[in-house]
């Protein structure tokens, strides 16, 4: 005798359950962070130690965008549910890269250290 599923129950069902607003708040801040960090080093390395600004610092800014891009594509996946929830912590593990990147463009621009 063929077993017979039951298709509509299993296609209200969330993928990855709801969301709690703890993990809620911990997009939001993760968000937040990177994306001033992000705003500020790209503005600083158009403006600069000078105008027009310099090449490298021109490059720095390109390739945190490039990464930034990344991120929001699997961000993307993630929410679709295309991706499984382990990579949630990849998801926060490279907005922590994007951050501290951010750090050492910003440290290089404004020449600290020198």
Same mark, same amino acid.
């Given at each position: 005798m063929v077993e017979r599923t039951d298709k509509t129950s299993a296609t209200h069902r969330p993928l990855f359950g709801e969301m709690s607003p703890k993990e809620r708040i911990v997009n939001w801040i993760f968000a937040g962070v $990177? !994306? !001033?960090? &992000? +705003?500020? $080093? =790209? +503005?600083?390395?158009? &403006?600069? %130690?000078? +105008? %027009? %600004?310099? %090449? =490298?610092? +021109?490059f720095f800014a390109i390739c945190i965008i490039m990464i930034c891009i990344s991120v929001i594509i699997l961000i993307f996946w993630y929410r679709q549910g295309n991706l499984e929830p382990k990579f949630r912590i990849l998801i926060y593990y490279i907005l922590i890269s994007i951050i501290n990147l951010c750090v050492c463009a910003n440290l290089y621009i404004h020449e600290v250290g020198k």
């Open positions: $990177t !994306l !001033l960090m &992000v +705003i500020v $080093t =790209v +503005i600083s390395a158009m &403006v600069f %130690p000078q +105008i %027009p %600004p310099r %090449p =490298v610092n +021109i």
